[in-house]
């Protein structure tokens, strides 16, 4: 099977069985992540409460943990959440939104990755870095580093936890092991639409419902995520139009637009 056939595989699979993808994510996304799931084809529902975290997870099919509008009610739904979410065995995709800007922020995200041990970590450059330097230098949650910055630091995780780290950027990088999968797809103007960052954590978790595999299901969703933004930057005017077909795009997507455009390279 080639990589284009690969990641045109989960996409007809997110579109035949709809996974329900629970989002405890941020007020500024949750329009676009949840428009960003339904269009590619899954079903998502952004459940925040703690009186309902933990049964919405019991009946969803991946789990996403975003720390973008951090609250200690919303610490408390995640940690009940990725309980349940964990007893089930459905994967948990951890974005450790700004960890590095403040230490509440950094001490929440290495609290919710030691206590339960997400199946992918998906963040900037400086988000991974500062789970293992404990560095502050986030700027608000845009990175001040390069994704092949944080190659050591990724690794690091993956030594020690266990977890996937996929770390956007000009070229994607995702760690599961000792091979590094890198993906070139996407467009200069993405970074200039708040929330695209937090939607690839989304697609992400539905790629990780579908794909045991986890490092696989972290390199397809970013490569869908960058075709998606290649697509829709060639007609946009600018960052407004930029969002409105991206979600087009993802809903339009076919086989050939992945086998043509598909830029994903594995080594070390």
Known sequence: MTPAEAVWGDVERIRATRPLVHNITNYVVMNLTANALLALGASPVMAHAADEAADMAKIAQALVLNLGTLSRPWIEAMQLAAA?????????????????????????????????????????????????????VTKGVDSRHDSADALDAARELHDVYGVVVSISGPVDIIVGGPRVLRVSNGHPLMPRVTGLGCTATALTAAFAAVNPSLPAAAAHAMAVMGIAGEMAAEGAAGPASLEVRFIDALYALTEDDVRSRLRLEEGE
């Open 84 to 136: 349940a979410a964990r007893a089930r065995g459905i994967p948990i995709v951890l974005d450790p939104v700004g960890a590095g800007a403040t230490r509440f922020r950094t001490a929440s995200a290495l609290n919710l990755l030691q206590s339960f041990r997400p199946s992918i970590v998906r963040g900037n450059a400086s988000e991974i870095r500062a789970l293992t330097l404990a560095e502050r």
